[in-house]
């Protein structure tokens, strides 16, 4: 019986690939580990399709030069959302390049269960988030070298030898990127004012400690991933404050999540997550929530996240 | 450029199986994510020579089976360990069954640099452990079932419908894991009395909240891959303790840890943790450690694990 899991193709115009997908515990459950595999799947679009293996890349200096996540964003369904993901699940993912210059690019994925059409992605079906057997993934990379040796502060752009990216399309401009972290950059939120039709919660904050023992990643930069565990431990304790128990947030559909990366930190900081929410009015499990994470200690922003989640409000939701 | 990471192949036996391995983020670094890509490849290896998809296995009931990690056991080396992998390593995996029934099933693997010979996996070779190049793995897995739905604890062993193992050679009795595990759940440790030549440090134990957020796989049980996470936290705090710092930690060299899998736990559950080492005489960067993890409400234990640990004394070991 084969469990093959990489059987990828790659499309005529040089910007997509598409890969099938056997679901294995390294990939899923209440963790980031999807997440994770998300990331390895730009990396493994960009070296297969711009002439730089991303796993082992150098810039003009010789120094390592790594595709380091700055935007993340994740939109699934109630029906089709990365926590639902399990074991022996098949997937059909399709990914897709977009140029952004030398120095970043934008990774398109489409992961939708395996057997249906294979579409092409097309950023207008893509932005339109209309089929509910999908989650879209975008992915916005630069590519960053450490400026100290040892350090994972004061990163700085540096562009690898060999990276090809003229051949990839343009991505519509009224879709770009930019707009949207420039807007989480500047207002500590992906939220456009404050949200209609909403009741906010008192906001509260916290102190997450880096974990050297699960936190960092091979070249001992703070892992992309870890990102997204940080944000769920800190959401997991607004469930707690809440009142509500294990098994509700176990639940949960997150519907939508954008993280904006603005810094890296150091093996043993400490983060201050400050966490802002608004629930729908008339129904509590309906909710954003906007987490700003900074260095403890000097107070630089590190992350921003807004998520828009639902409390199913399952059989020990206590709700 | 190709980054395809399995390109496997079987040999004529029928109880081998090789791998070609790109390391990715999401397989290597201060975690525990390349001892899940080696429980994902026991999986893989079992579903594509035993007849069973284990990522989507039933018993004779219909009801789900899972091939539970029960005993695990890693050796490196100095040049070849665990914490060393990192982005852009290319490996050679070769992974071999051995008959245990229809119960359990035991996984050898290799795991060299790329570009040696390809070797088979042979017993006598794998036990001498005398190839510094070679991180060996031994996984012993069990077919197990839950026996009440939503609960973690009292889990039951149940065959998949359709698994073979007949075929499969049998290993050398001198080898047998069971004696080795038997040890370890009747003695609460892998240690064969007192450690020679060593002086122990003071024992201590500290409790660890299993987190929902981040240690359950994707059929809601406490991933086997966290339980290697949960005892590297509580050796970062024995670290700690020890006045060592962050990098020194980061440095380490774990060249054997074993680990067995005595119960499951609740997502809300206390896990406590009982911790004792012991120093080579005139080297105190030399330790070895053995750890009792149990439930602490109930008293059950839950694990059992030994490592033989170095501290590299590193620049910022401080030591």
Not at 100 to 111: A, C, P, R, Y
Not at 172 to 197: C, E, I, K, M, Q
Request: aromatic share 10%; with cysteine.
């Amino acid at each position: 019986m084969s469990v093959t899991t990489h059987d990828r193709t790659e499309t005529s115009d040089g910007s997509t690939a598409a890969r099938s997908v056997l679901v294995k515990p390294g990939m899923c459950g209440h963790n980031s580990l999807f997440v994770g595999r998300l990331g390895d799947w730009t990396w493994e679009t960009v070296s297969d399709l711009c002439g730089t293996n991303a796993f082992d890349a150098t810039n003009a200096d010789g120094s390592p030069t790594y595709l380091s996540f700055y935007y993340f964003h994740i939109r699934g369904s109630r029906q089709m959302h990365v926590h639902g993901l399990t074991f022996g699940d098949r997937l059909r993912v399709a990914s897709r390049l977009f140029d952004f210059g030398s120095e970043s690019i934008l990774t398109l994925h489409e992961v939708r269960p395996e057997g249906g059409p294979d579409a092409p992605v097309d950023p207008d079906r893509f932005y339109a988030y209309d089929d509910p057997r999908c989650i879209y993934v975008e992915n916005y990379n630069r590519w960053i070298s450490r400026s100290r040796p040892g350090s994972n502060r004061d990163l700085v752009k540096s562009s690898p030898v060999g990276f090809r990216h003229d051949h990839l399309p343009r991505l519509p401009d009224a879709y770009s990127p930019r707009r949207v972290y420039d807007h989480a950059r500047n207002r500590l939120t992906f939220l456009d004012g404050l949200p209609a039709d909403r009741v906010p919660r008192p906001g509260f904050t916290l102190d997450y400690p880096i974990d050297a023992s699960r936190d960092l990643n091979g070249v001992g930069l703070l892992y992309f991933a870890s990102y997204f565990s940080i944000i769920d431990w800190a959401l997991l304790r607004y469930w707690r404050r809440l009142g509500r128990g294990t098994a509700a947030f176990l639940d949960r559909v997150v519907l939508d999540q954008r993280l904006c990366y603005l810094g890296n930190a150091d093996a043993d900081s400490v983060l201050r997550i400050s966490v802002d929410s608004w629930q729908k009015a008339g129904d509590p499990g309906d909710e954003i929530v906007n987490l700003v994470v900074r260095d403890r200690d000097t107070g630089r922003t590190v992350a921003v996240s807004t998520l828009h989640v639902l409390s199913t409000g399952g059989a020990h939701d206590g709700a």
